[in-house]
T-cell receptor
């Protein structure tokens, strides 16, 4: 069964450093997402991406964040200058377009645990 | 308006019991209500989902009950098993014509099913 993959599984970085989190969505999906989950809290939407541009972003997704689909398979989240509060699990998700009667299913990857020291 | 409220925060049942997890939403534009199951260290996985034009959906041991007028929906797990012990999240989204649909998640319920 196709699945979303993410690398690395864990990332430790120093405050102020740049990190890039990588995702390979399911191959025939067209919508891509990043969510984050601070330890013990709910999953929060960061950004959605379609047709090589951002569709929607949350208030969390400020100028320190950027997303890119550099080729036909990868989808990346970059945090330019990490802060302590960026420590969280970051999930990538992907989905097919939702038709009139089709319920969109977002498939989540296993996540990257980011720790900012 | 965008929030989804979930309760209880944690739930402990005996094997065979029927845990019930409840969610409430405000935004009447939401038109898709999935439940996700998450095991420690893993990503959320879709369990079951419902559209607001039906009041109940059953898949195996999992049932969603949906009350559109009350803006509430709930997950029932029949004949619960220790392997069902996980965190359950309700979520909601509204269909976008030209983009993906952001999911708004509830706070999560940590379910423990004792043997």
């Amino acid at each position: 069964e196709p699945e979303v993959t993410q690398t690395p599984s864990h990332q430790v970085t120093q405050m102020g450093q740049e990190v890039i989190l990588r995702c390979v969505p399911i191959s025939n999906h067209l919508y891509f997402y990043w969510y984050r989950q601070i330890l013990g809290q709910k999953v929060e939407f960061l950004v959605s991406f379609y047709n090589n541009e951002i569709s929607e972003k949350s208030e969390i997704f400020d100028d320190q964040f950027s997303v890119e689909r550099p080729d036909g398979s990868n989808f990346t989240l970059k945090i330019r200058s990490t802060k302590l509060e960026d420590s969280a699990m970051y999930f990538c998700a992907s989905s097919k377009p939702r038709g009139a009667f089709y319920m969109e299913t977002q498939y989540f990857g296993p996540g990257t645990r980011l720790l900012v020291l | 308006q965008q929030q989804v409220k979930q309760s209880p925060q944690s739930l402990i049942v005996q094997k065979g019991g029927i845990p019930i997890i409840n969610c409430a939403y405000e935004n009447t534009a939401f038109d898709y209500f999935p439940w996700y199951q998450q095991f420690p260290g893993k990503g959320p996985a879709l369990l079951i989902a419902i559209r607001p034009d039906v009041s109940e959906k059953k898949e195996g041991r999992f049932t969603i009950s949906f009350n559109k007028s009350a803006k509430q929906f709930s997950l029932h797990i029949m004949d619960s098993q220790p392997g069902d012990s996980a965190t359950y999240f309700c979520a909601a989204s509204k269909r976008q014509e030209t983009s993906g649909s952001r999911l708004t998640f509830g706070e999560g319920t940590q379910l423990t099913v004792n043997p």
